[in-house]
């Protein structure tokens, strides 16, 4: 978002308005109701005061009792009335913070549902979703005390201003000269605020990287045999105490313009305090005016404290929330459903792809027909661009050249809801997750058992050898058991192979078996998907031979491509790879 438009902050104001109206109309209604009674409340003290007072006088002077009874009454009311509005506001703030939080949440998950993977490698973008993800949590107290702002603080300040202006409009001159400095220095440390997120996020995540390298499970056992942890620890160390440089000269910056603000309040205060002993002295206002001027001037500087309390917190948090609102309010092209259908050939048009930032094109140039209900292999050493090549055919990325067409249409427009309908793939780093048994295979959609034991049959994999129930978690940090690599790898291909599909691909998810095994898996898989469009993937060559077609990647293009057959008699890249490799498969 960073290289992206900013939104005006009144934009991102009435945005997060919406929202937390949508959220819930009841609770903020009721923080409103609560916020108004209060700023009603405070102005009614101001006015029973001066009446108190005046009527005070005209009884010591010997009018009678009575006229203290109105003043004294609407004490009692005010004082009854402000615990009420108190406890409104509670509950109204409790029920609110919760509400505005679970629904910016949704919006949020739905908003992460709705990425492309290319969003991923873009490291800019994923420090804004970090950002967008601190503005998240902050959402709902940022939510809050704009209500405040609006519903109490405004107008008190304002009926009270007008009372003031009644009385002696020169008086108004407190009102700005108490808030103008105080709003300004809240102004400049948002801003300030909001720059400091943007230069920071990278900074904070590569200090919770290190810190993770050292303390995470995943990272631990490498950690240790390397004996890694000094150097992770001095990285930690470095990368903390640049960001708290960078924190603490924002935050000295923010000081200074705080103090320097501070010393015009209090001179702005001095000056009011003296001019109202003046207008007393010189009889312009009487002795009840004086105390309830006092006592209103009084009061808006310590709601303003307050305010600028609040606002402080909330003004971080809102500039956090602006990138969440920006995120949020992202347009994204238009895009239609579409998917691929079984009768579906899969066509490449002179594809070309490069990783946002990178150099050089993990792709050039490819220009490659699957038939519906063929198998393809693609083979070719590390780094030969296999996974990306497997991602754009399947859609995950679009290319940044060339098209690809399911049965003739270019997929590059699909919405990702529609596009992977049929598809299902085993990637190369397939996730582990931590649950149970069954529900790492049928995690793409929950269904009868009967198919997941249809799914694990096919690739002869059994709960029971693994010594563990459809129930287990797999994992012991939640109560169940940990599997070896070689059986993930087996729970993985269950996993695609249970998702109903047109097109699988199996990116080297047999790296953890041996070459054999690998074989068996890869014709057990052409067996099943008989009539489906079926793409393998390794840098093992004994298992392509029973592939329909082979195509041989190198730095990203295809150097060579036909049958097994075809390719040995070329006697090219892979004959040659398939020779150095031969020992493998020779019992
Ligand atoms: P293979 O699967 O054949 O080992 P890949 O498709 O993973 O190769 O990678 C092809 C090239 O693209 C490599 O040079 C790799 O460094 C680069 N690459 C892969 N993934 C990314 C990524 N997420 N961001 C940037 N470059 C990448
Ligand atoms: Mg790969």
């Given at each position: 978002?960073?290289?992206?438009?900013?939104?005006?902050?009144?934009?991102?104001f009435?945005?997060?308005?919406k929202?937390?109206?949508?959220?819930s109309?009841?609770?903020?209604s009721?923080?409103?109701?609560?916020?108004?009674l209060?700023?009603?409340?405070r102005?009614?003290?101001i006015?029973?005061?001066?009446?108190?007072?005046?009527?005070?006088?005209?009884?010591?002077k010997?009018?009678?009792f009575?006229?203290?009874?109105?003043?004294?009454l609407?004490?009692l009311?005010?004082?009854?009335l402000?615990?009420?509005?108190e406890?409104?506001?509670f509950?109204?703030?409790?029920?609110?913070?919760?509400r505005?939080?679970?629904?910016?949440?949704?919006?949020?998950?739905?908003?992460?549902?709705?990425?492309?993977l290319?969003?991923?490698e873009?490291?800019?973008?994923?420090?804004?979703f970090k950002?967008?993800?601190?503005?998240?949590?902050?959402?709902p107290?940022g939510?809050?005390v704009?209500?405040?702002?609006?519903?109490?603080?405004?107008?008190?300040?304002?009926?009270?201003?007008?009372?003031?202006?009644?009385?002696?409009?020169?008086?108004?001159?407190?009102?700005?000269?108490?808030?103008?400095?105080?709003?300004?220095?809240?102004?400049?440390?948002m801003?300030?605020?909001?720059?400091?997120e943007?230069?920071?996020?990278?900074?904070?995540?590569?200090?919770?990287?290190f810190?993770?390298?050292?303390?995470?499970?995943?990272?631990f056992?490498?950690?240790?045999?390397?004996?890694?942890?000094?150097?992770?620890?001095n990285?930690f160390?470095?990368?903390?105490k640049?960001?708290?440089?960078a924190?603490?000269?924002?935050?000295?910056?923010?000081l200074?313009?705080?103090?320097?603000?501070?010393?015009?309040?209090?001179?702005?205060?001095i000056?009011?305090?003296?001019l109202?002993?003046?207008?007393?002295y010189?009889?312009?206002?009487?002795?009840?005016?004086?105390?309830?001027?006092?006592?209103?001037?009084?009061?808006?500087?310590s709601?303003?404290?307050?305010?600028?309390?609040?606002?402080?917190?909330?003004?971080v948090?809102?500039s956090?929330?602006?990138?969440?609102?920006?995120?949020?309010?992202?347009?994204k092209?238009?895009?239609?459903?579409?998917?691929?259908s079984?009768?579906?050939?899969?066509?490449?048009?002179?594809v070309?792809?490069?990783?946002?930032?990178?150099?050089?094109?993990?792709?050039?140039?490819?220009?490659?027909?699957?038939?519906?209900?063929?198998?393809?292999?693609?083979?070719?050493?590390?780094?030969?661009?296999?996974?990306?090549?497997?991602?754009?055919?399947?859609?995950l990325?679009?290319?940044?050249?060339?098209?690809?067409?399911?049965?003739?249409?270019?997929?590059?427009?699909?919405?990702?809801?529609?596009?992977?309908?049929?598809?299902?793939?085993?990637?190369?780093?397939?996730?582990?997750?931590?649950?149970?048994?069954?529900?790492?295979?049928?995690?793409?959609h929950?269904?009868?058992?009967?198919?997941?034991?249809?799914?694990?049959?096919?690739?002869?994999?059994?709960?029971e050898?693994?010594?563990?129930?459809?129930?287990?978690?797999l994992s012991?940090?939640?109560?169940?058991?940990?599997?070896?690599?070689?059986?993930?790898?087996?729970?993985?291909?269950?996993?695609?192979?249970?998702?109903?599909?047109?097109?699988?691909v199996?990116?080297?998810?047999t790296?953890?078996?041996?070459?054999?095994?690998?074989?068996?898996?890869?014709?057990?898989?052409?067996?099943?998907s008989?009539?489906?469009?079926?793409?393998?993937?390794?840098?093992?060559?004994?298992?392509t031979?029973?592939?329909?077609?082979?195509?041989?990647?190198?730095?990203?293009?295809?150097?060579?491509?036909?049958?097994?057959?075809?390719?040995i008699?070329?006697k090219g890249?892979?004959?040659?790879?398939?020779?150095?490799?031969?020992?493998?498969?020779?019992?």
């Open positions: 978002m960073s290289k992206r438009k900013r939104m005006s902050n009144s934009n991102i009435i945005k997060l308005i929202y937390t109206w949508r959220a109309p009841l609770t903020f009721a923080l409103v109701v609560a916020s108004l209060f700023s009603v409340l102005y009614g003290e006015v029973v005061l001066q009446s108190l007072f005046s009527n005070i006088l005209e009884v010591v010997g009018a009678p009575d006229i203290m009874i109105k003043p004294i609407a004490i009311v005010i004082l009854i402000n615990p009420v509005a406890w409104l506001e509950l109204a703030q409790g029920y609110f913070w919760r505005g939080n679970g629904y910016m949440q949704s919006l949020y998950h739905d908003r992460i549902n709705r990425m492309d290319i969003d991923y873009d490291v800019e973008n994923y420090d804004d950002k967008a993800s601190i503005g998240n949590q902050e959402a107290n939510i809050r704009i209500v405040q702002i609006l519903f109490l603080y405004v107008p008190f300040i304002l009926i009270t201003s007008i009372y003031l202006i009644n009385i002696k409009p020169m008086l108004v001159l407190a009102i700005v000269l108490i808030f103008i400095p105080v709003f300004i220095s809240e102004l400049i440390r801003s300030n605020n909001y720059d400091f943007d230069k920071i996020a990278n900074r904070r995540r590569r200090t919770e990287y810190e993770n390298c050292i303390v995470s499970k995943e990272n056992k490498e950690t240790l045999i390397n004996g890694s942890f000094n150097y992770f620890y990285q160390l470095n990368s903390n640049k960001f708290s440089k924190f603490v000269e924002v935050k000295n910056k923010l200074k313009i705080a103090v320097v603000m501070r010393i015009i309040n209090t001179l702005g205060y000056c009011v305090l003296a109202l002993v003046y207008y007393l010189n009889g312009s206002i009487s002795v009840g005016q004086f105390a309830a001027i006092y006592y209103s001037i009084e009061k808006i500087t709601m303003l404290k307050k305010l600028i309390e609040n606002i402080g917190e909330a003004l948090g809102i956090s929330t602006s990138f969440l609102i920006r995120f949020l309010n992202e347009e092209e238009s895009e239609r459903e579409g998917e691929l079984k009768e579906d050939d899969i066509v490449l048009k002179d070309s792809f490069r990783y946002p930032n990178a150099k050089e094109k993990a792709l050039s140039n490819i220009n490659l027909t699957i038939k519906a209900g063929t198998s393809l292999a693609i083979v070719g050493e590390n780094g030969s661009g296999k996974s990306t090549l497997t991602k754009i055919i399947m859609g990325y679009n290319p940044s050249q060339g098209v690809v067409e399911y049965g003739k249409e270019n997929i590059a427009k699909y919405s990702n809801s529609s596009k992977f309908s049929n598809i299902s793939a085993v990637f190369q780093n397939f996730i582990k997750y931590k649950l149970p048994a069954e529900d790492n295979i049928r995690i793409s929950i269904s009868s058992q009967e198919e997941i034991e249809n799914a694990s049959s096919k690739i002869n994999l059994s709960f050898d693994y010594k563990i129930n459809n129930d287990t978690i012991r940090e939640f109560g169940g058991q940990e599997l070896s690599g070689g059986q993930w790898q087996r729970i993985a291909i269950a996993r695609g192979l249970y998702r109903p599909h047109d097109l699988i199996l990116d080297e998810p790296a953890a078996i041996d070459p054999i095994e690998e074989a068996n898996v890869f014709s057990t898989f052409k067996n099943l008989d009539d489906k469009t079926c793409i393998f993937v390794t840098h093992r060559l004994g298992s031979q029973i592939a329909d077609k082979i195509v041989v990647l190198e730095n990203g293009k295809i150097v060579e491509e036909g049958t097994n057959q075809e390719l008699d070329l890249k892979y004959f040659d790879l398939l020779e150095s490799q031969a020992k493998w498969y020779v019992r």
